[in-house]
């Protein structure tokens, strides 16, 4: 039987559809720290909890991380620390969830969820760092209501951040960085600007070298294609 929420996705009664997806059943089958729909709220206010005691130093969460290549290498290189990737598409997280298993890490976890949940995700101060890499530009008109990046949002999400908590952004997309400065400059009080470039690999020779976790999978693809990266680097004010 199908569900179809009443209420729009940011919500707080909006009840995530019982999904034909196969990897819905898959994701169900796996025994690591890997959670879908409803599932993903459970832990809020105490995230860190997921974890083993050694590994709770700090919290990044990723959101759209797709099969988690850059999550997982952090993950890999900071042990002490602890993560969360979040996509709403099932197979990446699968992918990234089954990478995980693989290579044995206890401080990784995948949350299947629409990241205009982030507020019933995670509680007050419990992000140290949060990444927004490459979000998808939805470049008509007609479909820039759908950008995650906005004022409201911005204004959402500073709560949740730790004193001091960083939020990295990157993207390829011109008109959509005007937008997120845009909005950006909206927020002032909640956030302050750390560096902002509109080409980050200008100065690097060989960028087409770098790898995971310093460049993400979409961002080896325009590196290649020569497409200047832009990257905004805020710190919460509090
Ligand atoms: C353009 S891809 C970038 C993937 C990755 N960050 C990278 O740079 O290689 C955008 C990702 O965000 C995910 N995504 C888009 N909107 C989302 C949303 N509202 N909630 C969760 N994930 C979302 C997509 O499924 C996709 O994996």
């Not at 325009?222 to 919460?236: A, G, N, S, T, Y």
């Amino acid at each position: 039987m199908s569900e179809k929420s009443f209420f729009p996705v940011h919500h707080p009664d909006y009840r995530y559809s019982v999904s034909k997806n196969p990897y819905w059943e898959k994701l169900q089958g796996l025994s690591n720290r890997v959670y879908c729909d409803h599932q993903t709220e459970a832990f809020h206010g105490r995230c860190l909890e997921l974890f083993p005691q050694a590994a709770r130093g700090k919290l990044t969460v990723e959101v759209g991380c797709n099969a988690g290549h850059v999550i997982v290498e952090s993950a890999f290189q900071n042990p002490g620390e602890s993560f969360i990737g979040i996509d709403w598409k099932f197979k990446p997280i699968y992918r990234g969830a089954e990478k995980a298993s693989k290579r044995g890490l206890q401080n990784l976890g995948f949350f299947r969820a629409h990241a205009e949940r982030l507020p019933f995700m995670f509680g007050n101060g419990e992000i140290d760092r949060l990444n927004f890499y490459f979000p998808d530009p939805w470049p008509k008109k007609a479909q820039i209501k759908n950008r995650f990046f906005n004022s409201e949002r911005l204004r959402l999400i500073a709560p949740l951040m730790k004193p001091g908590g960083l939020f990295h952004i990157k993207t390829d997309h011109r008109g959509y960085f005007e937008w997120m400065i845009q909005a950006i400059q909206e927020n002032l009080n909640l956030w302050e600007i750390l560096s902002v470039s509109e080409n980050l690999h200008r100065d690097d020779p060989a960028p087409h070298l770098l790898d995971f976790p310093d460049v993400t999978l979409f961002e080896k693809l325009f590196i290649r294609d020569q497409i200047p990266i832009h990257e905004i680097k805020l710190q919460v004010r509090r």
